[in-house]
């Protein structure tokens, strides 16, 4: 990539999205599109078409998906799986259609089984049975990684996947129903933390203690 080509950063809201977009700022990328939730719905196939036949994008980075910890997964495993399902299907595909360059599919460490040895390795993937609490959301991001696959089979596209692993960060969801295990823990500290310094007693000439409003 270079500078001048046009990127398209889906999910450049979320913690891995807006990671994305700080690296590729600051490395001088300035041709970056993005789209708000609003803007753009991506489980909506012919919105997603419409804005790949006008924007044109040469690369793509899939950030975007419906994300949650192990009590969100569990409350909502239709929502994951339909919603993420969608999401890939519609910008995958429709970057195949536009000619998009390379396109970069952010998938999930829970897609490999629950009991895989450690430390793992890509060839453990299907080799046994998934976490159920996140199995929808695992289905659902194996799916992706296959339509990358296949369609690079069959096309002759650049479409890569990458598993990250366990983030944290800004634009996280903190929130202690629904966030990921990190996120929550950063959460309760932060909160013990100003907890404390309110109820920290004053002196006379003692000032009261601030702490950041977001971790």
Request: glycine letters at 6%; one cysteine or more; charged letters at 20%.
């Amino acid at each position: 990539m270079n500078p001048e080509q046009k990127i398209y950063v889906a999910g450049h809201r979320g913690l891995v999205g807006s990671a994305l977009m700080r690296a590729l700022e600051k490395k001088g990328f300035k041709n970056l599109v993005t789209r708000t939730h609003t803007e753009l719905d991506l489980t909506d196939q012919a919105a997603v078409k419409k804005f790949f036949e006008s924007e044109k994008p040469e690369y793509v980075f899939l950030a975007a998906a419906k994300v949650g910890g192990i009590h969100a997964n569990n409350t909502y495993p239709a929502d994951f799986i339909y919603i993420n399902l969608q999401i890939q299907n519609n910008v995958i595909h429709n970057s195949y259609l536009s000619g998009v360059k390379k396109l970069c599919f952010l998938g999930s460490s829970c897609i490999y089984p629950k009991f895989a040895p450690q430390p793992m390795k890509e060839e453990y993937l299907l080799d046994g049975k998934l976490e159920p609490t996140n199995e929808p959301y695992a289905i659902a991001k194996i799916a992706g990684i296959k339509m990358c696959q296949s369609y690079n089979r069959q096309y002759g596209t650049n479409f890569i996947s990458v598993m990250p692993t366990n983030l944290y960060g800004p634009n996280d969801n903190f929130d202690l129903e629904n966030s990921h295990v990190l996120a929550a823990l950063v959460r309760k500290f932060v909160d013990a933390k100003r907890s404390s310094a309110d109820n920290e007693p004053r002196t006379q000439n003692s000032e009261p203690r601030t702490t950041n409003p977001e971790p």
